[in-house]
């Protein structure tokens, strides 16, 4: 099943859904502002010119002091009300709707990815996924922004201007039409190609962004094999093609409104003075008229040509936030279904039922079937590929079934949420990995609740206490990037001490004690053997070490069960296990 809950499939749609959702009403408010901040700024000192020629020309002498004060007391009130109208445009805006209307997007956005399932991180990298929520957050608010704010504002100020020409002559509001239309026209001819070069240019940066953030994620390793030059020689070609994308997408917006730049500016205000000049020649015009007229031709062309310079900017924005929208918002492969209810595990029995699978063209598991009783222990063996880890990544649900279905005490996990099914699971993965946070958040992730005596009690099952206090700052220790701080298995018991506090009725081992040495191991051994003990236990197993208690061994091969019993059992049958085991060194499989 695939389904996209309720995002919309394009930004658009996405923005237009969520308007109220995260900014409320006040993106009217900023509109009200943007009018009166704008339109005052741009529009209203041509009036105040008009009224200041038309006095003086009324005037002469000492009158006309006289009758220009009452202009100027205007103009003070007025312009001071402007200046509180344009602070409080982007009070309201800063405040109530860019920073607030990001964090709510970029929360929302992460939300819906971490419901993606593997394969959606399998086939992207962590900094691209970053990047794109970062374009689609922004987005928001430069859409905001050009609608409500520029776009608005110029609506209401041409109405303004309109008004006042027309009553001079319509001859002028004519020319300024014409004007301010061959601007607007050009630029929506040349959007499309602004839309397509900006895309691109997004494209590119978020690859990037996800090529170098891989590499730093992964600095341990490129430092042990010295691969710094390499790893900058390999993001070479995709900065050339980032540099590229970009420098076609800076030209195409530059051609975007330069043209309509030079028509308003040059042809447009040359027309409208030639105009002006036979207007007052033959007494259609005075003064004061011309005056206010190449006022608001000025007021105009400084309005129109920050609209195409702000939406020059914000298709560029437009275009990464739908290029990144696209790409992020992805299908959910795996859903709960409508009204599922949480899992309550009263046994603990897990069976698996006529299980297929396949990942792309390739069958991993084929028509698979075996049960696991309540609280027995169960051990997982066989050769790389054999769909050891693809069996636990669909008893966690990370996955969904090709055909069959798996069971928990008779309940179809595909029936019950997600969050339940993986909470009554305890899960230690084969590579472990920590927060860059204390020791003590990161054991205490298996159980938010947990006192500090629970945490320090895990810690000591896992055998993780000795040296946790031999660190500087014990349990507050900051592990580091991944827990580069840590060996790996002191990582690794940290791990285990998350899933002893967690304390859910399944517990499921992929490669839990590959990390440890011998002496610790046998430790680790016997906690298990509490931790297990009364609980279901499935254990992946290259270290066939681990298996020799197990209540029963599963061998797969191509998918399929082949061989079933003890570790007694399976070595006097002389079969693949046997030969598994003999195959050991140090206690591993040879691969």
């Known amino acids: ?24 009403c006040w993106p009217w408010l900023y509109m009200f502002f943007s009018v009166f901040d704008t339109a005052g700024f741009t529009i209203i000192p041509a009036f105040f010119i008009k009224m200041t020629v038309a006095a003086l020309e009324g005037s002469s002498g000492p009158d006309a002091f006289a009758a220009i004060l009452p202009v100027a007391v205007m103009y003070v009130i007025a312009r001071s009300a402007l200046v509180i109208g344009g602070v409080m445009r982007w009070v309201v805006f800063d405040s109530r709707i860019r920073y607030h209307s990001y964090n709510a997007i970029s929360r929302d956005l992460y939300d819906y990815v971490f419901k993606q399932s593997l394969e959606f991180y399998s086939n992207s990298m962590p900094g691209k996924i970053n990047s794109q929520i970062d374009g689609v957050a922004n987005g928001f ?31 002028y509001l004519v020319v300024i039409f014409l004007g301010a239309a061959g601007r607007i026209i050009w630029g929506a001819y040349r959007v499309k190609s602004v839309l397509k070069a900006s895309a691109n240019s997004a494209r590119k940066l978020n690859h990037l962004h996800g090529r170098l953030l891989d590499a730093l994620s992964n600095f341990l390793v490129v430092k042990s094999f010295a691969r710094d030059k390499y790893e900058q020689e390999s993001v070479a070609p995709d900065r050339r093609e980032y540099e590229h994308t970009a420098r076609i997408g800076h030209f195409t917006s530059r051609w975007y409104w330069a043209p309509g730049n030079f028509w308003v500016s040059v042809v447009g205000m040359t027309c409208l003075i030639l105009l002006s000049g036979y207007m007052y020649a033959n007494g259609q015009s005075s003064l004061a008229d011309v005056s206010f007229v190449l006022s608001v031709y000025i007021g105009i062309d400084t309005i129109t040509f920050n609209l195409i310079v702000e939406s020059r900017d914000f298709f560029e924005m437009w275009g990464k936030s739908a290029g990144s929208y696209a790409g992020l918002i992805a299908p959910l492969r795996v859903v709960d279904k409508p009204g599922a209810n949480k899992l309550k595990v009263k046994r603990g029995v897990i069976t698996f039922k006529n299980v297929s699978f396949r990942y792309g063209r390739k069958n991993v598991l084929n028509n698979l079937s075996f049960k696991i ?57 084969q590579d472990t990995t920590m927060f860059n946070r204390t020791i003590r958040e990161n054991i205490a992730y298996g159980n938010m609740n947990a006192s500090d005596k629970e945490i320090k009690q895990a810690a000591h099952n896992a055998s993780a206490d000795k040296f946790i206090n031999s660190t500087p700052k014990k349990y507050d220790t900051i592990v580091g990037d991944r827990g580069i701080k840590l060996s790996g298995g002191q990582r690794q018991r940290i791990s285990i001490a998350r899933a002893f506090l967690k304390n859910a009725p399944i517990l499921i081992l992929d490669e839990a004690t590959s990390a440890l040495d011998s002496e610790t191991e046998s430790v680790i051994q016997e906690a298990f053997g509490k931790l297990s003990s009364g609980r279901t236990t499935l254990v992946i197993a290259h270290r066939l070490s681990t298996l020799r208690n197990m209540d029963r061994i599963i061998v797969l091969d191509k998918g399929q069960i082949v061989e079933t019993g003890t570790h007694k059992a399976l070595l006097r049958r002389n079969g693949i296990y046997s030969h598994l085991w003999k195959m050991q060194s140090g206690g591993f499989i040879s691969e």
């Open 1 to 24: 099943m695939l389904r996209m809950l309720n995002f919309p499939q394009t930004v658009l749609g996405f923005y237009a859904k969520n308007l109220y959702k995260y900014a409320k």
């Open 141 to 171: 608010w430069g859409v905001v922004r050009m609608i409500f704010g520029n776009f608005s504002a110029v609506i209401v100020a041409f109405i303004l201007s309109a008004g006042g020409l027309f009553s001079v002559g319509w001859q």
């Open 373 to 429: 009783a309540a609280g027995e222990r169960v051990g997982i063996v066989g050769m790389s590929g054999a769909g050891k880890t693809t069996l636990v990544n669909l008893l966690m649900r990370f996955y969904d079934v090709g055909r069959g279905g798996i069971y928990i005490d008779g309940t179809d996990i595909r029936d019950v949420t997600q969050e339940s099914l993986r909470e009554q699971i305890a899960f230690i993965p």
